[in-house]
């Protein structure tokens, strides 16, 4: 049995950021290793004009990407890709649940002056300026957040941070500038990878040779072009022969590669390639899908000089497996902006570099305080952390103005003014008039600025109700002793790793919580929200949440396949979402979702032939022939897709019946959602299921949950190797043995 024991955790996010390409990347790879040799000049002109303006009705997105810091890049070396597929003829985008197609094209990003001129930017652009841009159009046919990285003209992904997102409304026509990409400037410092053969992780022990296997590294240092790596003693390679293969990013730069600053990180995979096999047809080293740290060491050319680097492992910038990972001399400061006075015109200071202004137009809100308590002098420097942060706004403390160090989207740097003791609101103000407020939200000590314990950053700032967020206090004074309660109940498992503290955040309903802290050099405390993060918009399920993955070919064609299952609460709603594709027209296939509220009783069904209801094809498909052999598994409600479109199910609904949406019978037989809506298109469906419509008016107990899904012929006579998650062979199989399971309060 392949069991799935699955919690849902937030993406870590300053200080570990995630590339923007993973090791299940759909970015079509280079069969080639690094061939680029020198920097090209951007170009005044790149021609080949593709934007257009936008028709009636639909929506023009601009993409910018900011390239002044290295000025690396020419024609034919950007591109902008993302949660959607380009239509190269009409210069549109469609929105994709997955990044598609795996082989483009992408809208290639231009530096040849604004559309007036001749060029491809927006108004106002300058040709040659470093700054690259694309135009194209969008039908918006529903509300939906779209992802998006950077590609080079190898089609790399050089992105080294999390991929941005921006939400389109429903119908939005017009303009919009999508917030876009600084490439931070490369630094001047080296590290070294070092794999140890006979070190490697158990499952990969004795069967990894030179003689048989090639052996690559591919990460963000690289734009993940993979490089082979040798024994011989070249290249940074110490001692030939010895087993150890060594990474020396010196001696592989490209033309989209520099070396790196103190405080970047480097997330990478080792890669095994049979025989003559390339490196894109090879064996990642990893473990259930996280990379394997045995084995792998690493290096950084430091201030000291070459000094051991921590190998962690780190969430990809999808939030969805875990790289391995090193930060360059996490304890030097890195090189750049300070304030916002260092940086450009639209430019913001956000972690030492100066990056694009955050476009305007979020949802202002204040989300957590780090630290908040401060002393009666002022003077402190307070991290005000939420989202709709504009350039210019302003921070109060009961009506008196801090002083702003930097402005991103989500957080603001402050320098508190004086107070009196006592507890004050802090408010947000853009320069739009659009505020919020954090009443009571910090508070005024006498010699506080003595203090030997203090809290200086919170990642994330806020925690999932699901629980296992996992969370990093930075700060000072700490120690591995110190002890972490939350409203007064102790942690029983912390970890203390270059100043931090982290732990994985518990299970618990949303609101906010006391974090207090106790230390042999002294004791703080401050509070944090605990927060849902399913917003209800189709398709808009952060990577957090993902419960499993199918990484099998379709058996069925590419127009049907299961790609991802996810899952939130928000302590009063489950929400369950599917992303992948059923044919319908002739095809007439359906996604079909068994939800087990009691798992493990072994109540319910675990043979869906034994439903009786033959009043349509989308019934027929969850009454079809597929067997859950998970003996704890027995299902209780179930739902099926079909050429779906928005509405509520309900007897004599018109659009539910045309969609085969229907209650069934019998109470004995598979149940329905009692109440929630359901949602869906080509792309996948989701349901939202009120928690009491599970388990009635019974609340505070531990709960286990199960769900699988599969895909399946209308009739439920074929089932296809489609499942979520993921079998293990890629055989068709009407036999599902995998399961993902919650643990839940309610």
Known sequence: MNRLVCTLVWLLAAGIAACGEDSSSSAPASPDAVTDTAASDAAATDGGAVAAACGEGTLELTFMVDDTANKTYGPGDLYWTGSFAWDEQTNTLAYATSWLPEEGPYPPLHDDGPRSAGGNEPEGSVAGDNIWGASVCYLAE????????????????????????????????????????????????????????????????????????????????????????????????????????????????????????????????????????????????????DAALEGVEASGDCESGWAPLDVVQALDSKGVVLNASVVLCAGEQPVGCQELEDCAEGEVCVNGDCQLAPEPGDEVEIWLLVPDLGDVLGGDTVSVQGSGFEVGAEVTFDGIAASVVSVNATEIIVETPPHAAGSVDVVVTNTDATAASYPGGFTYAEDVSSSAVKVTEVTPAMWSPMGGTMVALQGVGFDAECTVTLDGVALDETGFQAGAITFAAPQRLPGDVEVALDCAAGSTSLTVPYMHSFDGA????????????????????????????????????????????????????????????????????????????????????????????????????????????DYWPGEGDPAAASAGWRSFEDPADLGWLVEGPVIGDSAGLEASIPLSALYGDATGEERSLAITARLVSGTGDYVSNQALPGLSGSEPDATSENVSVLTLTY
Do not use: C
């Open 142 to 289: 529903q509300t939906r957040t779209l992802s998006y990285g950077v590609l080079n003209g190898d089609m790399r992904w050089i992105w080294d941070g999390p991929n941005g997102t921006i939400e389109v409304e429903e119908g939005a026509t017009g303009s919009i500038s999508v917030p876009g990409m600084a490439i931070a400037e490369h630094g001047d410092r080296d590290f070294r990878l070092m794999l140890t053969l006979d070190a490697l992780h158990p499952d990969y022990q004795g069967s990894i040779t030179t003689d048989d296997y090639g052996i690559f590294v591919k990460g963000t240092m690289n734009s993940w072009t993979p490089v082979q790596l040798l024994d011989n003693g070249e290249n940074g390679d110490a001692v030939a022969g010895d087993g150890v293969l060594t990474y020396e990013h010196s001696r592989y730069l490209g033309t989209h590669d520099g070396l790196l600053k103190p405080g970047q990180e480097a997330q990478f995979v080792f890669v095994f390639a049979m025989g003559e096999s390339s490196a894109d047809d090879g064996i990642e080293y990893k473990v259930e899908g």
């Open 538 to 645: 189709f398709g808009d399920w952060p990577a957090q949440t993902q419960l499993a993955g199918n990484d099998q070919e379709s058996s069925w064609g590419a127009q049907n396949r299961l790609e991802n299952l996810y899952a939130g609460i928000d302590g009063e709603t489950l929400y369950v979402g599917v992303a992948g594709q059923s044919q319908g027209d002739g095809a007439m296939n359906a996604i079909v979702v068994y939800i087990d509220v009691d798992y493990g009783a072994g109540t319910g069904i675990s043979v869906t032939s034994e439903i009786v209801d033959e009043q349509g094809v989308p019934d027929a498909a969850l009454g079809g022939s597929l067997t859950i052999s998970d003996t704890g598994f027995g299902a209780e409600l179930g739902f099926a897709s079909l050429d779906l479109s």
